[in-house]
């Protein structure tokens, strides 16, 4: 079983719309959260990090993070197409980060 | 600050050979990492550093070593070459340890060392 999961996509998204991106986790220890976003050909940028239940806004990003069933998300708001890049989910695991494969996201014009 | 420096950018290797990916870091971060990154897939971490004098295996160490001298400078080791490991390698550092709930373990990547072993 993979620690962390994240649909692969490509997840398509009209520019303008909400993008919706869900990651689930297996360590039930874990307390940091975080999305990193990664362009093409590039490394890894810290988009959000959450450690609370409940949502964390900032900008046009949302983080929600439910403990109790896992799972952490990351909204998009008011795509653009220069949000086109690979998310990735990292949760903590015994003091080392575990990163999920990530999921693509797509603005279409 | 300019963060966190790998060199080389891009390296191809033949089977056999011995190389080092050169990482440093100018934050004071006592944490630092190295991470492959497989097509389509996540970050895999290789090795880890809690300090000067301390490292410890990832998920993924055979074939790599490494040392850390200094605060700043955590090299990683290739020591003969092979096809599995042609991937793209990342360097990256923090404050502190995941998993401490405060933003000083928030790591901080390097921009990449892509291999390939032929």
Redesign the interface.
């Known amino acids: 079983q993979k620690e962390?999961e994240q649909n692969?996509g490509p997840l398509s998204v009209p520019e303008g719309a909400i993008a919706s991106l869900n990651c689930t986790y297996s360590d039930r220890g874990?307390?940091?959260f975080?999305w990193y976003r990664q362009y093409s050909g590039?490394?890894?940028?810290?988009i959000m990090?959450i450690?609370s239940n409940g949502d964390k806004e900032d900008g046009r990003f949302t983080a929600q993070l439910n403990k109790a069933s896992q799972y952490v998300s990351l909204l998009i708001r008011d795509s653009q197409p220069s949000d086109s890049a690979t998310y990735?989910c990292?949760v903590?695991?015994?003091?080392?980060?575990q990163?999920?494969?990530?999921t693509q996201v797509v603005v279409t014009p | 600050n300019a963060g966190v420096t790998q060199t080389p950018k891009f390296r191809i290797l033949k089977i056999g050979q011995s190389m080092t990916l050169q990482c440093t870091q100018d934050m004071n971060h006592n944490y630092m990492y190295w991470y492959r990154q497989d097509p389509g897939m996540g970050l895999k971490l290789i090795y880890y550093s809690v300090g000067a004098g301390i490292t410890d295996k990832g998920e993924v160490p055979n074939g790599y070593n490494v040392s850390r001298s200094t605060t700043e400078d955590f090299p990683l080791r290739l020591e003969l070459a092979a096809p599995s490991q042609t991937s793209v390698y990342f360097c990256a550092s923090s404050y502190g340890v995941p998993g401490l709930a405060g933003e000083g373990d928030t790591q901080y990547f390097g921009p990449g060392t892509r291999l390939t072993v032929l």
């Open positions: 962390v692969s874990s307390q940091s975080f590039k490394s890894p940028e810290l990090f450690y990735l990292a903590d695991s015994w003091g080392k980060l990163f999920g494969a990530g």
